[in-house]
């Protein structure tokens, strides 16, 4: 999903089409993409739902607190 988001993104923000939105430049960002989802995923198999919900909490606060600084 998230490699398809960079593609459709390429192709809107440069009015471009779809095969210039495959340029060396996006891919770096496809391989990113990946890697972050992999690496969720392998946290996200190891971790209780109960600690799951406490680290969404904990994130949502930490990103309220810095919105109010």
């Known amino acids: 999903m998230q490699v398809m988001a960079l593609v459709v993104i390429g192709m809107i923000g440069t009015g471009r089409s779809h095969t210039d939105a495959l340029s060396p430049a996006t891919l770096q960002f496809a391989l990113v993409a990946l890697l972050g989802t ?26 309220g607190i810095g919105l109010l600084i």
């Open 38 to 63: 992999w690496f969720g995923l392998s946290i996200f198999k190891r971790i209780s739902d109960r600690t799951f919900m406490l680290t969404v909490y904990v994130l949502l606060l930490l990103s």
